[in-house]
């Protein structure tokens, strides 16, 4: 049975920074494509950064520069560290796993339709 375990959300100042983290178990981590959404009262659920089996990376364009999406696969663990926040990231973020080829992975695209979700972990910057 997969699980996804998010944590490290919390409430934070403009301009601090957090670290989230998703623990992924009950299967071999390798090979899938890992990520995070995030989703805002009242929008849809968006894609912010994702990261390949290879360790190739992509990031939504409001959070470059910003986010940096890593993984530690002997861990089974992925992370997001989110430095410079801002009130608009406000949201509830999610850790997201799924078997696409790493080019539909990191091309922007991914909403991860067909995988699996971890419950969420909520990040509010005031």
């Known amino acids: 049975h997969v699980q996804l375990v998010e944590s490290g959300g919390g409430s934070v100042q403009a301009g601090g920074s957090l670290r989230l983290s998703c623990a992924a178990r009950?299967?071999?981590?390798?090979?899938?494509?890992m990520g995070w959404f995030r989703q805002a009262p009242g929008s849809e659920r968006e894609g912010v950064a994702a990261?390949?089996?290879?360790?190739?990376?992509s990031y939504a364009d409001s959070v470059k520069g910003r986010f940096t999406i890593s993984q530690e696969n002997a861990k089974n663990t992925v992370y997001l560290q989110m430095n410079q926040l801002k009130p608009e990231d406000t949201a509830m973020y999610f850790c997201a796993a799924g078997l696409v080829p790493s080019a539909a992975c990191t091309n922007g695209g991914w909403t991860n339709r067909d995988g699996r979700w971890g419950q969420g972990t909520q990040v509010t910057v005031s």
């Open positions: 990261i390949d089996a290879d360790g190739t990376t």
């Open positions: 009950g299967y071999t981590y390798g090979g899938y494509c």
